[in-house]
Nanobody
Framework: QVELVESGGGLVQPGGSLRLSCTFY????????MGWYRQAPGKERELVATISPGSGASYVDSVKGRFTISRDHAKSTIYMEMNSLKPEDTAVYYC????????????WGQGTQVTVSS
């Protein structure tokens, strides 16, 4: 059973930076596409960024140029560096792991709160 443990959220002023981490336990890390999603109050959960086992990354348009997702296979960990944060980035951020071959599997972390406010 896969477990995802997130850390790094917090309160930051507009224009500031945070780095989120998500460590993967319980299976073979390189079998999974990893990603970050977020959910703001009253809104649906949305995909923010994904990273393939080969470290190919994709981003939602609203964070392109500000957020960078990366993965460290030696540590079975992904990161998301968030710069130039805006109040609209405020949300609970969830780590996600999707196995890309059968049997397909999908796992979520517990979520970490990011609040951007002055």
């Amino acid at each position: 059973q896969v477990e995802l443990v997130e850390s790094g959220g917090g309160l930051v002023q507009p224009g500031g930076s945070l780095r989120l981490s998500c460590t993967f336990y319980g299976s073979i890390f390189s079998y999974y596409v990893m990603g970050w999603y977020r959910q703001a109050p009253g809104k649906e959960r949305e995909l923010v960024a994904t990273i393939s086992p080969g470290s190919g990354a994709s981003y939602v348009d609203s964070v392109k140029g500000r957020f960078t997702i990366s993965r460290d296979h030696a540590k079975s960990t992904i990161y998301m560096e968030m710069n130039s944060l805006k109040p609209e980035d405020t949300a609970v951020y969830y780590c996600n792991a999707k196995k890309f071959a059968p049997p397909f599997e999908n796992y979520w972390g517990q979520g970490t709160q990011v609040t951007v406010s002055s």
